[in-house]
T-cell receptor
């Protein structure tokens, strides 16, 4: 079955510390992977995406993610967290409908990031 | 223009009211989506439109009625809603309805059903 798991419901880091948010996916074919961020009461903003090629993907706001096929993981990282990074982070995989080219996003349950001053 | 706009931002309605949510994009995208998001949960897909035709209805109750009048507009008509329908309703669009397509989300409409 197609699924995305984000093992950490809530993470708190100190401002300036490094961050890693975990994401594991289950999908039989080539995964199309996304990380979105959502501030309270707002829509989702795409941070980065992986389709193929270089397994280390750079995104906006200083975020990066590494795709590891052997571990079915797509973890999000940032070397130094800012207070404005406090938000909900969703990992998602694009999956095919009915085996065709049309597809949907399947989201993980999200990880809430809190930042301590 | 790289944004998806949604109106209204907030909506309070009674269970007998009829209201509509509106979504607009001018990025030339031909796929548009409605999602429902409850607090502390990920978005749940409700409807997908591809080239102005309904492509997916994820078993959504008939009190939610989507409409795509043209390639830039997406509406969600609401009638006889229940309090449990209170949620953030998100619209999104993508270049095409494909599994690799990046979806652009609007800010959402916060709906409260009394």
């Amino acid at each position: 079955a197609q699924s995305v798991t984000q093992p950490d419901i809530h993470i708190t880091v100190s401002e300036g510390a490094s961050l890693e948010l975990r994401c594991n996916y289950s999908y039989g074919a080539t995964p199309y992977l996304f990380w979105y961020v959502q501030s309270p009461g707002q829509g989702l903003q795409l941070l980065l995406k992986y389709f193929s090629g270089d397994t280390l993907v750079q995104g906006i706001k200083g975020f990066e993610a590494e795709f590891k096929r052997s571990q079915s993981s797509f973890n999000l990282r940032k070397p130094s967290v800012h207070w404005s990074d406090a938000a909900e982070y969703f990992c998602a995989v694009g999956v095919s409908r009915d085996g065709g080219s049309q597809g949907n996003l399947i989201f993980g349950k999200g990880t809430k990031l809190s930042v301590k001053p | 223009d790289t944004e998806v706009t949604q109106t209204p931002k907030h909506l309070v309605m009674g269970m007998t009211n009829k209201k509509s949510l509106k979504c607009e994009q001018h990025m030339g995208h031909r796929a548009m989506y409605w999602y429902k998001q409850k607090a502390k949960k990920p978005p749940e897909l409700m409807f997908v439109y591809s080239y102005e035709k309904l492509s997916i209805n994820e078993s959504v109750p008939s009190r939610f009625s989507p409409e795509c009048p043209n390639s830039s507009l997406l509406n969600l008509h609401l009638h006889a809603l229940q309090p449990e329908d209170s949620a953030l309703y998100l619209c999104a669009s993508s270049f095409r309805d494909r599994k690799e397509s990046e979806q652009f989300f609007g800010p959402g409409t916060r709906l409260t059903v009394l």
